[in-house]
């Protein structure tokens, strides 16, 4: 079977995002002034074969885990569904 | 009334994505064989204050037009709830 992984990686709330600042800054300059608490992460789409959605679960989770995501700087969420 | 985006901004499906070929190339040699498809695109939160959810829509609408995304490499998405 396939699934398609939905990944989001976001910056620890506890960090400061520059990226997210600068783009907040820019909306606030741009006549977004209600705009507010900009924060700028990654999604990912993939695809991954595996015979259950369980055992595709646990592939995306050590992805995550081993690659895509830094552990101190970064959380992730994921959504699996049925290519 | 406060409203929180979640808005997905991702190379368009007719455009190679050379960051998403990469991540790919390096899962499947990390023993993830089984994914395919990879692609990287950014994922935006942020914190919108309006009177109505149709006028957050429409700033959200025009902030993806005028800074966000590139219409040219990229298509958006996104989801308003109230906060």
Redesign the interface.
């Known amino acids: 079977m396939n699934f398609i992984a939905e990944i989001?990686?976001?910056p620890l709330k506890e960090l400061l995002d520059p990226q997210?600042k600068a783009?907040?800054h820019?909306?606030q300059k741009?006549s977004?002034k209600?705009?507010?608490?900009?924060?700028?992460?990654?999604?990912?789409?993939?695809?991954?074969?595996?015979n259950s959605k369980e055992i595709a679960q646990a592939?995306v989770e050590?992805?995550c885990k081993?690659?895509?995501a830094n552990p101190i700087m970064e959380g992730y969420r994921y959504e699996l569904k049925e290519a």
Chains 1, 2 share one sequence.
């Open positions: 989001v990686i976001m997210g783009v907040e820019s909306l741009m977004f209600e705009v507010d608490d900009v924060r700028i992460g990654k999604h990912i789409t993939l695809k991954i074969a595996a592939k050590e992805a081993k690659l895509l």
